[in-house]
């Protein structure tokens, strides 16, 4: 009886852990952006951008642009001028994977 009941533990144990998201390099359990930003942000200020897909953490995708300034902003995705820059890092990142 004894037996039967710590391998229905362990058996219980396992099938939950395995079930639970790991928490990696790059894994936020919630959406970054609360404020969203459409103005369009000239090239030369912009230092790096950051895309975030949606998934089980945030049911929205995600572009943290970082500033020459050192700030931090999110950009609205929906925005004509986001999109093109989102298809833009797409088409570079393609291109180096094909190298």
């Known amino acids: ?3 039967f009941l710590l ?3 362990m058996a219980a144990s396992l099938f939950l852990t395995s079930a639970i998201q790991p928490l990696g390099k790059g894994y936020n359990s919630h959406c970054m952006c609360t404020k969203l930003e459409s103005r369009v942000i000239p090239q030369n200020n ?3 951008v950051e895309i975030f897909p949606r ?3 945030c049911k929205n995708t ?3 642009a970082g500033l020459m300034s050192g700030e931090r902003i999110c950009l609205n ?3 004509m001028w986001v999109k093109k820059l ?3 890092i797409e ?3 393609s291109m180096k994977k094909r190298e």
Request: charged share 30%.
């Open 1 to 3: 009886m004894r037996f």
């Open 7 to 9: 391998l229905t533990l």
């Open 46 to 48: 912009l230092r790096s």
């Open 55 to 57: 998934g089980s953490h």
């Open 62 to 64: 995600e572009v943290i």
């Open 77 to 79: 995705p929906q925005t």
């Open 86 to 88: 989102i298809r833009f």
């Open 91 to 93: 088409k570079k990142e």
